[in-house]
């Protein structure tokens, strides 16, 4: 998990990057057990975001926003490096994918980074590129209510 393209991360110039068809797409979810949130990704919602704490008050706050999502677990924080390590259950099958959440410095506040991978199978049929979704709306969300909860109470001693 890391910032913007850098290195071996992007293709050699001159030669464009291979993308599977949209009609072979589905082989993905057969093949693939682990999504990451990157800067190339097709997916808007795969990619890493800001939110407007630093990393030293990001962890608590996602730690304790994440702890009450259903069927989320956090199994370990990690405030001095920010990191957060939760589990993602699954509805049907109960299958449990790991998520490794780190907050990087950002001029917005943190730049939030993850990758969501199973612990068994070959493929997760997109379950992993879920995960990430959803902790990217749920993080999002929350941020954007703790701003407006600060703005009203700014407002109100005003």
């Known amino acids: 998990m890391v910032g913007p393209p850098r290195g071996g991360s992007s293709p050699p110039p001159g030669r464009p990057r291979m993308r599977r068809s949209e009609p072979m797409a589905w082989l ?3 093949t693939r057990n ?3 949130l990157h800067w190339e990704a097709s997916d808007p919602d795969l990619k890493p975001f800001a939110i407007s704490l ?3 008050h990001a962890v608590s706050w996602a730690e304790k ?3 009450r999502w259903p069927r989320w677990r956090v199994v370990a924080t990690y ?10 259950t699954t ?6 994918d790991d998520v490794h959440i780190v907050f990087e410095p950002d001029p917005r506040g943190s730049l939030v980074l993850a990758k969501s991978s199973s612990r068994i199978g070959k493929g997760d049929f997109g379950q992993n590129a879920r995960n990430l979704r959803a902790l990217a709306r749920g993080l999002q969300r929350a941020d ?6 600060v703005a009203e109470g700014a407002r109100v001693n005003a």
């Open 54 to 56: 630093p990393p030293v």
């Open 79 to 88: 405030e001095e490096r920010g990191m957060i390590h939760a589990t993602h």
């Open 34 to 36: 682990r999504a990451e």
């Open 144 to 149: 954007r209510e703790r701003q407006a909860r």
């Open 28 to 30: 993905d979810g057969l």
């Open 65 to 67: 926003e994440i702890a």
């Open 91 to 96: 509805r049907v099958w109960r299958f449990v």
